[in-house]
């Protein structure tokens, strides 16, 4: 499965930006998807997963309530639309993607098979 992600950007604090990841070479409804992000200096973390039919979610306690996961697996895409950003959401964000067997909503990012190559959003305050 080949992911490439899109949709980052420049944005001041308070906006909207809404990232998307197109799949492409395998089963795409087979997978839950997630989103992960990586600010300068610091670990990757967990931002948010869907399972493969799109009726459970999950998100980090720090965009929660702010960020919205979705797919469309007409489209083997899925999307993370992002609101009331904040400048310490500033990273590169990556999607990934995992087995539906083996997917919960606490598998951690080690556990995904596919990552796509990452889109900068940066916000500005």
């Known amino acids: 499965v080949q992911l490439q992600a899109s949709g980052g950007g420049l944005v001041q604090a308070g906006g909207s930006l809404r990232l998307s990841c197109a799949a492409s070479?395998?089963?795409?409804?087979?997978?839950?998807m997630g989103w992960f992000r990586q600010a300068p200096g610091k670990e990757r973390e967990f931002v948010a997963t869907i399972s493969w039919s799109g009726r459970s979610t999950y998100y980090a306690d720090s965009v929660k309530g702010r960020f919205t996961i979705s797919r469309d697996n007409v489209a083997n895409s899925v999307y993370l639309q992002m609101n009331s950003l904040k400048p310490e959401d500033t990273a590169v964000y990556y999607c990934a993607a995992i087995p539906q067997t083996s997917w919960s909503s606490a598998a951690p990012g080690d556990k995904y098979d596919y990552w796509g190559q990452g889109t900068q959003v940066t916000v500005s305050s």
């Open positions: 070479g395998g089963t795409f409804s087979m997978y839950a």
